[in-house]
């Protein structure tokens, strides 16, 4: 099993940053893919950005530009800066890992609470 543990989330005024990381424990040979999704108040959980264990990225068209996906796999620990933040972006972001062969991702976190005011 693996164990995903968000932190970094907070209030930000509108064209402000901040930086979540995601620490990861357990079994690490299990994780190839990891990424990050949020979740607005009523509506559906939606993909952010992933990173791949050699670090390729993808990105939603949404945060391209201003949120960045980083990896430390000495440390097991997952990054996402995010800069130029909009009210839009209020969500609960989740740290998410997926194992070689997966479809879906496989683990998740807890979550942690983003909130950007106008």
């Known amino acids: 099993q693996v164990q995903l543990v968000e932190s970094g989330g907070g209030l930000v005024q509108a064209g402000g940053s901040l930086r979540l990381s995601c620490a990861a424990s357990?079994?690490?040979?299990?994780?190839?893919?990891m990424g990050w999704y949020r979740q607005a108040p009523g509506k559906e959980r939606e993909f952010v950005v992933s990173?791949?264990?050699?670090?390729?990225?993808s990105y939603a068209d949404s945060v391209k530009g201003r949120f960045a996906i980083s990896r430390d796999n000495g440390k097991n620990t997952l990054y996402l800066q995010m800069n130029s933040l909009k009210p839009e972006d209020t969500a609960m972001y989740y740290c998410?890992?997926?194992?070689?062969?997966?479809?879906?991702?496989?683990?998740w976190g807890q979550g942690t609470q983003v909130t950007v005011s106008s």
């Open positions: 998410a890992a997926r194992r070689p062969l997966s479809r879906e991702y496989d683990f």
């Open positions: 357990g079994s690490m040979f299990l994780i190839k893919d």
């Open positions: 990173i791949n264990d050699i670090g390729s990225t």
